[in-house]
């Protein structure tokens, strides 16, 4: 083993161990670390060692100048160097002793780990307090109350998935015969050649009428008595379109869903039950005289609706319970949600078979989500988010409102071209890094951010999910809605909100201080530190002696941060800001760190944003997004020479994604319990208002793919005599400005909080919730009253 001595750029003598102990595998763990920790003067001995293996790399990146805290914590230093001064003149074993000797007890005088969880150990506040004691035993019965109701949660539905089978259509030819018992409901599955809903009137040359087909079930019963077979109806009678017999050879087969409610069979009947035979049948009868190619499957058992809207608003407010008092992170809360939402489907004979569960979750927003953070990931490592959050600091002198109105209006015009949640993934870090240098708290600003996203990404087609699923729509297209026509109609309501949402924003923060930390810059700085340290640590496991080495070594930093907050506590006073001086200072500290870097970024990035750009050109733009961001970031990666992929893959927000994929499998497994079609229901006949409400609870893009053939069929009533323009509209505004009203309402909210907490700033669905709300609110009555002007000029006999 070698021991070597270091002295740090603020001239702190520090104690390194490396050789024998710095292993291959913990440089490994160290290169994987983000740069301003592993560039850190308490890690200098792994940088050391990794110079003298491997030698300068001209493509490494100089350390970031960073205040060093070590002289914050005089006393315990003191106690360090006189250990450092020791092994100068004695023994080294004596010197390795005492050294570790002290850390062991350092580290235990400040933290003990039990369960996950820190503990502090301060022997001033743990005192003989009566009123300490008893919440200290409240939370721990709360702890323990949490974690019996979740076991609970978790018995339920793995007995559900453990006690029954997958539930399988099994396709059939027609086949007339159901059951001779006696149901209550039968579920119905038909796949033929059907029109869909929203498909164009057929214009038939030889005027035929369209083409129908009618399903009903009958009951047929022989009565010995007076020796006669009765036929009855006992369901309601399902209508379908059907396509013209010379184009079924070359349609698309289109899958149909239904659910009889079966009569109870008559008086007469079940009063000599014992005498009669009874058979419920399928009757099918179409208007065609041609052959109809069909399958179809029957279940015997299908979900009772009204019931499974019931249990699907249990699972979806026990979410929010979860998220909004924070009882779990809410990763897991969307995990514990889909999970019991697939076993309720197993408790009520639907359970999902494992390859339908994995078509519910949308592998094109994930590929998206995934490529683009990568190439931030990449894109950080130049510099350039701390360069433009500085250049911006200097144009607009260093006013924060001026500064925040720039931003806001940048990220909403970025967002009506791109996708506003590659937006939110390229501005947020600039975002924090901005608000870090102005020494404001980034959750507000960041809040604000994405708002002003979500309200860009309504300005056109490509800007957010639920107007690509608009847009898209045959029928909505042919009838004269283009990207043109959708733009030009969007602008002056867009235009109208972002002033709305600018005065209700500037109001709710006219305090200046409500921008700002309520603790000085320094010990903001610090806890801050020592959150993003302590999560590096998190990461890290124990199992490997490589990690545990390096884990071990960030927690001796957290404890060193920990002791310099206490003194700065009780002896920071706030300095006077000098523009000036900050400037030159940011600017000498925050320079483009990897030019050459940056350049290979910059062709990855004009890639992707022009391959986004022509998204809207089918004909000229055939992949879609989610493939232009993998192949952007596979582009990157190949120009980068970058080999070690375990670091670029450890900045990916894995929490994040994951947290997406729950909650697609969630919102599929409470539309197949009926909760999405029963919002449909509920809000057809208010379209211009609840729609917009129920997308801030309910994931916009499953509920913009069903509000869609509600506004066709609205559109489609000759009753209403409704255009459709003005409501594909208001849909667009209700299902993107909803997004605004809570946290999960939309996907950019989760990508940024996700990122945010990432670098150390992590805000709750309460916080979101008092800011977006009440934006949203006011952004539906603006947006209402264009669309009622709008649709007067172009409807006036309404």
Not at 366 to 391: N, R
Not at 683 to 695: K, M, P, Q, Y
Request: glycine share 4%; proline share 4%.
């Amino acid at each position: 083993m070698t021991h070597r001595f270091s002295i740090t750029p603020a001239n702190t003598l520090e104690f390194n161990f490396i050789g024998d102990e710095v292993t291959e595998g913990a440089l490994q763990v160290w290169r994987a670390l983000p740069e301003r920790i592993r560039q850190d003067p308490s890690l200098a001995s792994f940088r050391q060692e990794h110079e003298r293996l491997h030698g300068y790399e001209p493509t490494d990146v100089d350390p970031l100048p960073s205040d060093d805290v070590d002289d914050r914590s005089q006393n315990n230093e003191e106690v360090e160097a006189d250990l450092v001064d020791d092994c100068m003149d004695h023994k080294t074993s004596d010197c390795v002793k005492k050294f570790n000797a002290f850390n062991v007890t350092n580290e235990m005088s400040q933290m003990r780990t039990l369960d996950g969880r820190e503990v502090e150990n301060n022997n001033e506040d743990q005192q003989d307090d009566p009123e300490q004691s008893v919440t200290t035993k409240v939370k721990k019965y709360l702890i323990w109350f949490k974690i019996t109701m979740l076991l609970v949660v978790w018995v339920i539905f793995t007995a559900f998935l453990m006690s029954t089978n997958e539930h399988v259509d099994v396709l059939k030819l027609i086949i007339f015969p159901i059951s001779t018992e006696e149901l209550n409901r039968i579920g119905l599955s038909l796949k033929g050649p059907f029109r869909l809903q929203e498909a164009d009137t057929v214009i038939d040359k030889l005027q035929r009428p369209p083409p129908l087909l009618e399903v009903c079930v009958e009951r047929i019963y022989y009565n010995f008595s007076d020796d006669i077979w009765h036929t009855e109806i006992v369901s309601n009678i399902w209508q379908l379109d059907l396509v013209y017999p010379e184009a079924m050879d070359y349609t698309r087969e289109t899958k149909k869903t239904s659910q009889f409610e079966i009569r109870p069979v008559n008086d007469n009947l079940s009063s000599a039950s014992s005498s009669n035979r009874s058979q419920l049948n399928l009757r099918f009868a179409s208007n065609i005289k041609a052959e109809l190619p069909m399958q179809l499957c029957v279940d015997k058992s299908p979900i009772y609706k009204k019931e499974g809207v019931i249990y699907a608003t249990i699972v979806l407010c026990g979410l929010y319970v979860m998220i909004i008092w924070e009882i779990v992170n809410r990763t897991f809360a969307a995990i514990i949600a889909s999970t019991l939402s697939v076993g309720i489907l197993a408790a009520l004979n639907s359970r999902p078979s494992m390859v339908t569960i994995m078509g519910w979750i949308d592998v094109e927003t994930l590929l998206l989500l995934f490529g683009m953070m990568i190439l931030v990931a990449i894109l950080s490592e130049t510099g350039v988010f701390d360069y433009l959050a500085v250049y911006a600091y200097k144009i607009t002198n260093g006013h924060v409102w001026p500064l925040i109105n720039c931003l806001c209006l940048f990220t909403a015009v970025l967002s009506s071209f791109l996708d506003n949640v590659t937006t939110v993934l390229l501005m947020t870090p600039v975002t924090i890094r901005l608000c870090e240098v102005m020494s404001l708290n980034p959750v507000p600003i960041l809040m604000c951010m994405v708002i002003y996203s979500n309200i860009g990404g309504a300005l056109t087609p490509v800007g957010d999910p639920p107007n690509v699923i608009i847009a898209s729509n045959n029928f909505i297209s042919k009838n004269g809605v283009n990207f043109a026509v959708f733009t030009l109609h969007m602008l002056p309501g867009v235009i109208l909100v972002m002033l709305q949402t600018y005065v209700q924003l500037r109001f709710k923060f006219r305090n200046i201080s409500d921008l700002q930390f309520k603790e000085s810059p320094e010990i903001e700085d610090l806890r801050h530190e020592i959150h993003v340290w302590k999560r590096a640590a998190a990461s890290l496991s124990s199992y490997s002696k490589d990690e545990e080495l390096v884990r071990q070594t960030l927690m001796k930093k957290v404890n060193r941060l920990k002791r310099s907050l206490k003194k700065k506590i009780a002896t920071t006073i706030d300095p006077a800001i000098d523009y000036k001086q900050t400037l030159e200072n940011l600017q000498a500290k925050y320079p483009i760190r990897n030019k050459t870097l940056l350049i290979k970024c910059s062709c990855a990035l004009i890639f992707v944003i022009s391959l986004f750009f022509l998204h809207s050109v089918p004909e000229l733009q055939r992949l879609s997004l989610g493939w232009t961001a993998l192949l952007g970031a596979i582009f990157l990666i190949i120009l980068a020479d970058i080999e070690d992929m375990e670091a670029i893959l450890a900045r990916v927000e894995w929490s994040t994604l994951l947290f997406f994929a729950a909650l697609f499998i969630l919102m599929e497994a409470l539309s197949e319990l009926g909760l999405i079609e029963w919002i449909g229901s509920m809000t057809e006949n208010f379209i211009l208002s609840v729609s917009a409400i129920a997308s801030a609870f309910v994931d916009n893009i499953p509920l913009t793919t069903m509000m869609v053939k509600i506004t066709i069929s609205l559109a489609q009533n000759k009753t209403l005599n409704l255009p459709l323009q003005p409501l594909v509209w208001a849909l667009a505004f209700g299902a993107c400005l909803g997004g605004n009203g809570t946290l999960i309402g939309a996907s950019a909210n989760v990508v940024c909080a996700g990122v945010a907490e990432q670098h150390g700033y992590k805000f709750t669905f309460l916080q979101f919730f008092k800011v977006g709300f009440p934006v949203m609110i006011g952004s539906i009555l603006v947006s209402t009253a264009y669309l009622l002007i709008i649709s007067k000029k172009l409807n006036p006999t309404s």
